[in-house]
């Protein structure tokens, strides 16, 4: 038995050590692909190092998993419209969060809609109002939730019909850049950083600032001269992320993202600002402007605005 554990540690730790190694030389080859500013490169930076923080970045994530635990009050302004741009339904509404012993309940506060935004049982007409919902409002006492993102995965195999399409939703909300599994037919195609998907993009490393902190600003953009086979197999067209220069966390992202998969098509724009309150880095604004179609499903083209603001415990 001691013999067969002490196989089983060496094996681990040879498997650990070897893909340490391994993401140590992706790394290494991201970083020659990398363009540096002429501020960048007198910083020194250790170009390496920082592509793999970027990989490894759960502060998005997790400025939204934050929103489970906190309260806060939202401006929500959300708008369908039809293909002649023409406003078909409208929600613009007020409400406010609390929380209270370890459960999160929702007050509206002000709302007022337009066109057919519910159906006749109080439900949403639109699936850029249920994804909208599904992030922002809450419906009734939910309770026992946290914060945690470490170990924390998506499953959306696990859920079926419109929370299964909800969850592949945030998928691409919160993992732009990474692969995901179970999206039909663009899971991988996500990874940015992927060796064969990399050539295909154009990466570039800056200094600035974002309300008044200093930002490393990373920019992502899709190659221009790419032919069709080549812009079948990515779905990220741009993004450009603030870090903050002292924590890393994200304090800003635009992105793009398009695709046609033929039962399937999206054209998405969508801005994400963040802001803190106290040790919490927390969304102050999300921008988000759709288009897509889903196969025996009318086409959608939503745009919603988040104004998140008064935070608190």
Not at 28 to 36: A, N
Not at 131 to 136: A, E, T
Not at 245 to 269: C, P
Not at 297 to 312: H, M, V
């Amino acid at each position: 038995m001691k013999k067969l554990s002490s196989l089983y540690i060496f094996l681990y730790i040879s498997c650990s050590t070897f893909a340490q190694a391994e993401d140590s030389l992706d790394n290494e080859r991201l970083s020659k692909m990398v363009s540096l500013s002429e501020v960048i490169i007198r910083s020194d930076l250790n170009v390496a190092r920082f592509m793999q923080q970027v990989k490894n970045d759960t502060t998005f994530y997790k400025a939204f998993r934050n929103l489970r635990v906190l309260g806060f009050t939202s401006w929500n302004d959300i708008r369908i419209k039809d293909k002649k741009d023409n406003i078909r339904a409208s929600l613009i509404s007020k409400t406010k969060q609390t929380q209270s012993a370890g459960c999160r309940t929702m007050e509206v506060l002000s709302e007022k809609t337009s066109g057919n935004f519910y159906n006749a049982t109080g439900g949403y007409n639109y699936n850029t109002a249920e994804l909208y919902g599904s992030m922002f409002f809450t419906k009734g006492k939910v309770c026992g939730e946290n914060n945690v993102v470490r170990g924390v995965d998506f499953k959306p195999k696990s859920k079926s019909g419109i929370e299964k399409h909800k969850e592949q939703l945030k998928m691409l909300f919160f993992n732009p850049g990474k692969k995901i599994p179970g999206i039909p037919f663009i899971g991988d195609k996500i990874d940015i950083f992927d060796p064969y998907r990399a050539r295909f993009y154009d990466f570039q490393i800056d200094y600035g600032d974002y309300e008044g902190e200093s930002c490393y600003i990373f920019t992502v953009k899709s190659k221009s001269e790419l032919n069709t086979s080549e812009r079948n197999s990515i779905v990220i067209d741009n993004m450009i992320t603030w870090f903050n220069i002292r924590t890393m966390e994200v304090m800003a992202r635009n992105y793009d993202m398009s695709y046609d998969a033929g039962v399937y098509d999206f054209d998405v724009h969508i801005e994400v600002k963040m802001t803190k309150f106290g040790n919490y880095l927390v969304p102050s604004l999300l921008r988000y402007i759709g288009n897509y179609d889903v196969i025996f499903k009318k086409r959608e083209r939503g745009i919603f605005t988040a104004t998140l603001f008064d935070y608190n415990l």
